[in-house]
């Protein structure tokens, strides 16, 4: 027994030895991936693994405990069919495209005029448009549910002095209207933030170069800014069209969903789904499905602004 | 050197293996951990706590009180863990129906309560509960009651309390024709329309075998006579608990059906009309039916996880059936025992100034075991949403109230049918 640890530190030492000879061979290689790990070690625990298991997961029906029961792409053929899911996506592509056509106009205008000789105050206009992003959503939701208030909000009120008869601002008709407009209180700035870093990075020798070929001002916005916004244009799209199709708190804080699910979204019905009613399963497929709309939109959008063409 | 350190480090080895073992041995020091969601019932727990550790000295309670989605997602991810999940938790009756698919985390108490089933008011333990097994004890009765203005209802020359809603309906046009609406029902979510359900002696949208009775003639019913007070202009729907209070400050709505904690929401949200509220039994859908209903709850669980499922009980006896305890938690957090022998504590049946004065007490006491019983189950949540919905669409016309109940029930049917 006592010729045990002798044995064992023999090897022990050939072991150093050897692993000393491993790492002397290849300490330039594996140092690299050592210091980049962390990252891919907390996107795999946090990030791939969960995407993968979720597609697991997506192909049974559970609740959460208990056993699982494997129904194949049943679930997203019952999705197919789904009317709420249906409706939801269609308040969701509604969102976007009001996001589209209000937020980003808006923002561009913004920064335009905060990037003229026009506007004295910037500051204050940069303060102006970045409260909101500091702002809790839970908080600027309420004050908005205070604003839309049927009976006593401030816009009704307003209204009524004006002897306009008051609107149901979060009824069926109006509710999807009432959120894009908190939407667009809340992101405009950030976007406006986007578009102004664009703007001042143009370089002035190229309007000033228009001036002296005798460009106006419309032509130099058509010709110039335009143009070399695109970059910038392209990351401001694709990033709002992510954010709309996650849109989350404003209609849930605003109308949980309603009323008949007329503001619901995609992101509020996976939640509904996954959590309040405990389909980890059907939470599951519609979370898939998200991710594949958004990867797709995205495609379609890198494509039309030409991200794939090589540069001449 | 290095061997002398060895010994050093095996000889700490020893130590703390002994001094492990120590601690091992005092196996009575158990710590219970309890997940809430609302300061009122923190203040509760944190009240009791030095009269517990009397009687129970190695027990220590630790209370986590957590938002209230929040809470629960997190029990749900400790249910699918396998782990992380407290000894006891405050389950709220809107959140039961989704921890009891599958395998429930949650631990069958019917046996813990079947020693007190003449005390406690079992019709509360419905909420909880999926074919006969009890996941959940509640804190509260959530007796319902009709609040109503006493000042108003004496100007339009109606003498409360009226006994049927037939005759409500029709003393109730006094008020219409001032332009007042006698109720706030909402036409939008489920929650009115349940606690009327339940009134007219439905056991709600399931029955007991746990089938989908949305469709019922009853409920038909009860939603096309629900509608018609919305149309009449007996009751008005302002869509959000804001506008409500507004108008009952303004004197545009009357009265107003809900349970024991509604007074307290009418009392901090209409504070300027104090002295004129009263409180009624509801009317009854006939002469000599059911005079109240039920609204809300929250149970005490103890999870299947918990190592400590006997103290957790222990705890849970003596925050519920010790009446100086419930007495206590009425105080902080106005929820009313579900405990018959409580109910006529005095501290119970004090009269309150802000309701003229009247006990509610002596009201609440003499309508618990009027409180009916209900069904709710697995599928609760998805049953409460689509009624919901039918109600709104029923309420805007696009369908007849038959029709929205008879839809809201196939597609009910058909989520249950999917899993």
């Known amino acids: ?312 | 050197m290095k061997y002398k350190f060895s010994r050093f480090v095996g000889l700490l080895l020893l130590l703390s293996m002994l001094f492990g073992a120590g601690t091992a041995s005092a196996q009575d020091d158990i710590t219970l951990t309890i997940w809430t969601f609302g300061s009122f019932f923190t203040d509760f727990y944190k009240g009791i706590e030095a009269d517990y550790k009397e009687i129970a000295p190695h027990v220590t309670i630790v209370v986590e009180e957590i938002p209230y989605g929040q809470l629960y997602d997190n029990l749900q991810g400790a249910f699918v863990a396998g782990v992380g999940a407290p000894d006891i938790v405050d389950v709220e009756q809107g959140v039961i129906s989704r921890f009891l698919k599958g395998e429930p985390g949650l631990v069958p108490l019917n046996d813990l309560i079947a020693p007190y089933a003449d005390d406690y008011i079992m019709a509360k333990t419905g909420l909880y509960a999926h074919q006969g097994t009890i996941y959940g004890i509640d804190h509260c009765l959530c007796p319902v009651v009709l609040y109503y203005r006493h000042d108003i209802f004496a100007d339009a020359g109606i003498e409360m309390p009226i006994t049927t809603w037939d005759e409500f309906v029709e003393a109730a046009s006094a008020l219409t024709e001032q332009g007042i609406s006698a109720l706030s029902l909402s036409d939008r979510s489920w929650g009115d329309f349940y606690m009327l359900l339940l009134q007219s002696g439905s056991p709600g949208f399931f029955d007991a075998d746990g089938n989908v009775i949305v469709d019922s003639p009853e409920a038909i019913a009860v939603l096309e006579w629900y509608l018609g007070l919305l149309e009449s202009g007996v009751a008005i729907a302002p869509g959000d608990s804001q506008s409500i209070y507004g108008l009952m400050s303004e004197g545009k709505i009357a009265a107003a059906i809900g349970a024991d904690w509604y007074g307290g929401f009418i009392k901090n949200n209409v504070a300027d009309t104090e002295g004129l509220w009263r409180a009624a039994p509801l009317p009854a859908f006939e002469e000599g039916g059911a005079r109240t209903s039920t609204h809300g709850g929250t149970a005490y669980s103890i999870t299947a996880q918990s190592e400590h499922k006997d103290e957790a009980w222990a705890y849970i006896e003596f925050a519920l059936f010790n009446e100086d305890n419930k007495i206590f938690e009425f105080q902080v957090n106005n929820l009313l025992p579900p405990v018959l022998s409580h109910l006529d504590n005095e501290a119970l049946l004090g009269p309150d100034p802000y309701f003229d004065n009247q006990s509610l007490g002596e009201l609440f006491l003499e309508l618990a075991p009027e409180v009916p019983h209900q069904v709710r189950g697995p599928w609760f949540n998805e049953a409460s949403t689509l009624v919901g919905n039918a109600i709104f669409e029923a309420a805007q016309g696009e369908k007849t109230a038959e029709q929205a109940l008879k839809d809201a029930a196939a597609e009910l049917r058909r989520q249950i049918d999917f899993g």
């Open chain 1, 1 to 312: 027994m006592a010729s045990l640890p002798v044995h064992g530190n023999a090897r022990n030492t050939d072991g150093d030895r050897g692993l000393r000879a491993w790492w002397s061979r290849s300490e330039r290689k594996v140092v690299p991936y050592v210091f980049i790990s962390p990252f891919y070690i907390l996107f795999i625990v946090f990030s791939v693994g969960p995407l993968v298991y979720a597609l697991y997961l997506s192909l049974h029906r559970w609740p959460g405990t208990g056993p699982m029961r494997h129904v194949g792409l049943g679930n997203y053929t019952y999705l197919a069919g789904d009317p709420v899911f249906l409706k939801s996506l269609w308040n969701t592509v509604y969102y976007a495209v009001g996001a589209f056509l209000f937020i980003l106009p808006l923002a561009l205008v913004l920064a335009l005029l905060i990037n003229s000789t026009l506007i004295r105050i910037k500051s204050l206009f940069r303060i102006g448009y970045f409260l909101p992003i500091l702002t809790s959503t839970v908080a600027a939701t309420i004050m908005f549910l205070l604003i839309f208030n049927n009976e006593f909000g401030l816009i009704n009120q307003g209204l009524a002095s004006l002897g306009i008869p008051a609107l149901k601002w979060l009824d069926e008709e109006l509710v999807k209207i009432s959120v894009l407009a908190v939407v667009t209180w809340r992101y405009t700035g950030i976007n406006v933030l986007y578009f102004l870093t664009g703007l001042q990075s143009i370089p002035p020798e190229l309007y000033e170069a228009a001036q002296v070929d005798g460009a106006g001002t419309w032509a130099q916005f058509r010709y110039i800014t335009l143009p070399q916004l695109r970059p910038i244009a392209l990351f401001v799209g694709v990033v709002t069209m992510i954010g709309s199709f996650q849109l989350f708190a404003e209609p849930m804080l605003l109308a949980n969903g309603g009323p008949n699910d007329a503001s619901l979204t995609i992101a509020n019905y996976l939640y509904r789904m996954g959590f309040t009613n405990a389909k980890l399963g059907y939470g599951s497929a519609i979370g898939w499905v998200l991710a594949l709309i958004i990867f797709g939109l995205s495609f379609i959008q890198l494509y039309l602004f030409g991200a794939f063409r090589k540069e001449d």
